[in-house]
T-cell receptor, first 114, second 112 residues
């Protein structure tokens, strides 16, 4: 089945130790998004790619970076995780921009920072 | 700045009850409004999408309405079942690159 896959599902890292989260999609969608969702809070958009064009949200900390080497894969790099970065990280894709387009979400990666 | 609010934050109902979840947004200039379901520790599943020119959408036991002028949407769930237990999130798209602004969700528990 076509889908959005995130690895790993759970990630434990140490304070300040860089970590990379992975997202892949078989939908061949042009747009990929990364959201951060803290416990019982709304998902918050960090950035997105339209093809190789990167768009960072204004309030996304510099500690968060992203790479999209090809259509299928997108990575979230956290350079120096702090305790406040513990959250669920959700990857989503969309075919294009348009008011009829929904987003397809992966299962998420839960990040724990010790 | 667009803000999305969902009321109530949590809801517990007996099986079989019809129920309404509420969503409000502050800026009526939206491209669409979407309702998602999130099971504990899981990603989001799209339930319904209402384009800005539409008033409602239906899928099975779910019906969502949109009133842009008042900045409100409701999700109606008919004949609730224990399998409907989940968190329901409302999100609005502000156009451009389909950026979604989410509410914090309503956590629904349907007990037998």
């Amino acid at each position: 089945d076509a889908m959005v896959i995130q690895n790993p599902r759970y990630q434990v890292t140490q304070f300040g130790k860089p970590v990379t989260l992975s997202c892949s999609q078989t939908l061949n969608h042009n747009v990929m998004y990364w959201y951060q969702q803290k416990s019982s809070q709304a998902p918050k958009l960090l950035f997105h790619y339209y093809d190789k064009d990167f768009n960072n949200e204004a309030d996304t900390p510099d500690n968060f970076q992203s790479r999209r080497p090809n259509t299928s894969f997108c990575f979230l790099d956290i350079r120096s995780p702090g305790l406040g970065d513990a959250a669920m990280y959700l990857c989503a894709t969309s075919r294009a921009f348009g008011n009829e387009e929904t987003q397809y979400f992966g299962p998420g990666t839960r990040l724990l920072v010790l | 700045k667009q803000e999305v609010t969902q009321i109530p934050a949590a809801l517990s109902v007996p099986e079989g009850e019809n129920l309404v979840l509420n969503c409000s947004f502050t800026d009526s200039a939206i491209y669409n409004l979407q309702w998602f379901r999130q099971d504990p520790g899981k990603g989001l599943t799209s339930l319904l999408l209402i384009q800005s020119s539409q008033r409602e959408q239906t899928s099975g036991r779910l019906n969502a309405s949109l009133d842009k002028s008042s900045g409100r949407s409701t999700l109606y769930i008919a004949a609730s079942q224990p399998g409907d237990s989940a968190t329901y999130l409302c999100a609005v798209s502000d156009g451009g690159y389909n950026k979604l602004i989410f509410g914090a969700g309503t956590r629904l528990a349907v007990h037998p």
